[in-house]
């Protein structure tokens, strides 16, 4: 990702936040600060932004971008599930807005050492946070084949995951990224879908199964929505960026779950379960990106935001 780069839904990202003058706002995967930067000029002239990342190349880079914002921006080299105590640490009681862009970004899957793309032959790695003890070497050498199938088929949903754990297996110790993508292709069949056109790379989903697994993506969601909503002051927003079905699923179920005054089930005659509404939603449907993004950045083609707003004492 290049300085100058305007990462997906951008502008869908920023009017739904509504930043304001005078606003604290939180990126929690600040990445190369492409949303930051966009929520910072909206709330000028005093808007401040806390951002988040555990990736040190990502915080560099955001640095460098957001510098002409001076002391509006805080940046610190922490994951999105410490936000409770970074907003504690900074003094802020609530903020007006938080931001989550999920999952891996351009800059990272276009810097080939880091193992995240099997269009370079490297080791495999796929880290976030380099002080990460766990690559995806060490999960594809020491799972048994059992849980490496079911690694690949609950994180991936990869339909030929037994298949290809056999072969991982039968062929280790498997070291680089290529070599991966070679047993994948060679265990799965690529289909074509009804259009004629050849569907996604047969790697993909266990490269992606993989690195859900090494970074524990799935359980820092669910762990951070609460937080989130927490630490949002009434009439803030959240605002969650996915990029596929199980991220997504995490977010819409939390939101409908935060946005009902009653979870007893459907058939319970009377409430007993005391749940009060903290959000509504902003958009049942996620916004998905226009054409045109599309066409410019075709890695933005599964990007889904959704919103939800923190309720007032009186709603």
């Known amino acids: 990702m290049t300085i100058g780069h305007r990462p997906v839904l951008y502008k869908e990202t920023v009017a ?5 003058p005078d606003g604290r706002y939180v990126d929690g995967t600040v990445g190369a600060g492409g949303h930051a930067r ?9 808007g401040q932004l ?33 936000l409770s105590q970074q907003l504690s640490n900074l003094g802020w009681p609530v903020a007006d807005g938080i931001l989550l862009d999920l999952g891996l970004s351009s800059m990272q899957l276009d810097t080939p050492d880091r193992g995240f793309s099997f269009q370079w032959d490297v080791p495999l790695d796929m880290r976030f946070n380099p002080a990460n003890p766990v690559t995806a ?10 849980d490496l199938a079911d690694l690949l088929y609950r994180y ?3 339909p030929a995951a037994r298949k290809i754990a056999r072969s991982i297996v039968r062929h ?19 289909r074509v879908d009804r259009s004629g056109q050849k569907s996604i790379h047969p790697a993909t989903r266990t490269f992606q199964a993989l690195r859900i697994a090494v970074n524990h993506e799935l359980e820092a969601l669910e762990n951070v929505l ?7 002051a009434p009439g803030g927003r959240f605002a969650v960026i996915s990029f596929h079905s199980l991220e997504d ?6 939101f409908r779950h935060e946005s009902q005054d009653c979870v007893c089930p459907p058939q319970q005659p009377v409430c007993t379960c005391g749940h009060k509404a903290s959000i509504r939603e902003i958009n049942r449907r996620p916004v998905r990106p226009q054409q045109n993004e599309i066409t410019e950045n075709p890695r933005s083609r599964s990007a889904k935001l959704r919103v939800a707003e923190k309720l007032t004492i009186n709603e």
């Open 156 to 158: 991936g949903e990869e």
């Open 172 to 190: 280790r110790p498997v070291l680089t990224t290529q070599q991966l993508a070679d047993l994948v292709l060679a265990a799965h069949v690529k």
């Open 226 to 232: 609460k937080q989130g909503v927490d630490s949002l």
């Open 38 to 46: 966009g929520i910072l000029e909206a709330s000028s002239p005093s």
């Open 50 to 82: 806390l951002g988040l990342d555990v990736d040190p190349q990502a915080l560099e880079l955001a640095s460098q971008v957001l510098a002409v914002f001076g002391n509006r921006v805080i940046l610190i080299w922490a994951s999105y599930t410490t």
């Open 16 to 20: 739904a936040l509504q930043p304001k």
């Open 249 to 254: 699923r995490i977010v819409k179920q939390f």
């Open 137 to 146: 070497a060490d999960l594809v050498n020491t799972l048994s084949e059992r």
